[in-house]
Every structure is written in structure tokens, then in C-alpha cells.
């Protein structure tokens, strides 16, 4: 061990964060990985914080944090919505590697079911619950949405499910099933078994197909929604999925999920401030409109109601 020596200059830690400055996760910018700092710029370019290009491209501002922080790359359906927002190729974003490596890689399913597009506002708290919840090392096989029609369930399970962390989650995929009160179960079993490239014929046997994609889901991890459930004997009947998936139901009728033992997050109506701000997101000019009633109970219209 060399002596101490009295003379040696002192470096103190706030002069290293100036020489070698870090981000939000502690690593030195200089050890950036170019697609980060290049997104970085071109997000700024557009005038964007991360929570606005996390809201145009339908991610959580934590995945875009990382993607900047050179933690993760984006999924190449995400490296698509960025390309065409910067109006830039993947290579340009520095991407180009990471987006064909990603789709020569076994393709995550993401089931066409799943409603695009909607606008989680005003419930970012119980978005951010349900998806820790999802995202635990053994999550509960059955968790279930209750509350009146039109509060957000769908919304906000839709919105969860195509976020980027909680399919690094169920690296295999999401399932979608839209029930309602007379369900064609058959139809949507045959559906599941056609994303999942299983060999069903069209006039075969529904428990038939239940056990074939039974013995598909086995060994994997995905994960299930039951969207707007009315009946248990529906409910019951798509219960295929093995140990290793979860399950998602959302209903107007909290007795159901009672039945099933579920882990159950009550949707509660929309406060006023909340019915506002979704006006306010998906109606810019409408602004100028009454206040919602005080009751909380405002629904947004009938075209773009959602469970």
C-alpha cells in the first residue's frame, strides 16, 4: 500500500459528477449506449419531456426513462411507433441492430383483441396498483376489475397489458377474450388456438380444443384477460391456462369475483377532476363544457365507452 501522501490533489465526488456526469440511475452519461443518447435528443428535438413521448407512443415514463438510461431497448413494435414519430429509420435512432435481432427472436404474441388506443387518464393510481400486482414473482392466478359500467376497467387493463415491462413480464404473450352477457365460447377458443398456430379444426370438439390449448399453455407464461364477464360458467369455461399465467376479468358484478376467490380492485366512479382531465385528453376543444356532475358518476360518450 502506497503511504498517504498529503500533497495529493482531493478529488471530491460532486467534482467526479461534474467531469463524468450520471443520470437518473447513477451511470456516466459517457457510457451511454448511442440509441439511448440519440433518443434522448430526438425527443428533445420535438420539445417532449419522456411523460409526453410516453403518452404518444403508449409506454410508462419508467420504460422510457430506461430506454434513455441504456437499460433496455425497445420492443421492435415500440422502435416502429418512435420511428415514425421522429420521422427517422431505425438506423438513424441507432436501433437497427436491436429491431432485427428482436424479430428474429420466437415472436411475443399480443392478441389483436386487445383495444388500442385508449386514453388511461385520470387513473394512473389504479393503473400503477394492478400492474405491480401482475408483476410480482408469483402473481395470483385470478385477479379481477369490478365497478359500473364505463368507469375505465377495460381501459385500464388494456392499457397495462401493452406495456412494455409487464410483457417482459409474460415474455410469451396476452390473451384477449370480450365476453358480455352470451359469449360464443367456442369462437373464442378457436381464436386463441389460431394465434397460437395449434391445428384446430372448425367443426372440432370445444373440449377438445380446451384441452389442446390446455396442454399448449403449460409451460407457458402469459398472460389471460376475461373482458367484461357476466357469467361464471364463462368464466370457468376459459380457465385453461397453466401454472405458470394469470388471469384478468373484468365485470360489473363484484359477486363473481367473490366466487372465484380472486384478488379484486374495485374500480370506483370518476371523481369530477377526473372526468375533466379525460376531457380535457381526448376533447381539447370541448373544454369550454359544464363541469361534470359533482356525483362523480360522468361517463364519457357512448362511441368510446369502455368497461
Request: neutral net charge.
Amino acid at each position: 500500500m502506497q503511504p498517504y501522501d498529503s500533497h495529493r490533489t482531493h478529488v471530491s465526488s460532486k467534482h467526479i459528477s461534474v467531469l463524468f456526469p450520471r443520470d437518473i440511475y447513477g451511470m456516466p452519461i459517457t457510457a451511454l449506449p448511442p440509441s439511448a443518447m440519440l433518443l434522448r435528443r430526438e425527443r428533445r428535438n420535438l420539445g417532449l419531456t419522456q411523460e409526453q413521448l410516453a403518452e404518444r407512443i403508449g409506454v410508462s415514463t419508467s420504460t422510457v426513462s430506461r430506454w434513455e438510461a441504456g437499460h433496455h431497448m425497445p420492443a421492435p413494435m415500440y422502435i416502429i411507433r418512435l420511428c415514425h414519430l421522429f420521422h427517422k429509420s431505425a438506423e438513424d435512432l441507432g436501433l437497427a441492430e436491436t429491431l432485427t435481432l428482436r424479430e428474429q427472436a420466437p415472436e411475443r404474441l399480443i392478441d389483436s383483441s386487445v383495444p388500442t388506443s385508449l386514453a388511461c387518464v385520470g387513473r394512473e393510481h389504479e393503473q400503477a396498483t394492478i400492474k405491480a400486482c401482475l408483476m410480482q414473482p408469483q402473481p395470483s392466478l385470478l385477479t379481477g376489475l369490478t365497478g359500473l359500467a364505463g368507469v375505465g376497467k377495460t381501459t385500464i387493463i388494456a392499457s397495462i397489458v401493452q406495456d412494455q415491462d409487464l410483457l417482459t413480464h409474460y415474455p410469451d404473450g396476452v390473451l384477449w377474450a370480450t365476453l358480455g352477457p352470451s359469449p360464443e365460447l367456442h369462437m373464442h377458443l378457436a381464436r386463441w388456438g389460431a394465434l397460437l398456430h395449434l391445428p384446430m379444426e372448425t367443426d372440432g370438439n370445444p373440449q377438445a380444443w380446451r384441452e389442446q390449448l390446455r396442454q399448449t399453455l403449460r409451460t407457458r407464461r402469459m398472460l389471460l384477460v376475461l373482458d367484461n364477464a357476466w357469467n361464471l360458467q364463462d368464466i370457468l369455461a376459459l380457465l385453461i391456462a397453466g401454472p405458470r399465467c394469470a388471469y384478468v376479468i373484468t365485470t360489473c358484478f363484484p359477486s363473481l369475483i367473490a366466487s372465484l376467490r380472486a384478488v379484486s380492485f374495485p374500480i370506483p366512479p370518476w371523481e369530477p377532476h377526473q372526468s375533466d382531465l379525460w376531457l380535457r385528453h381526448v376533447a381539447p376543444m370541448s373544454t369550454h363544457l359544464d363541469p361534470p356532475p359533482s356525483n362523480g358518476c360522468w361517463l364519457p360518450p357512448e362511441g368510446s365507452r369502455s368497461q
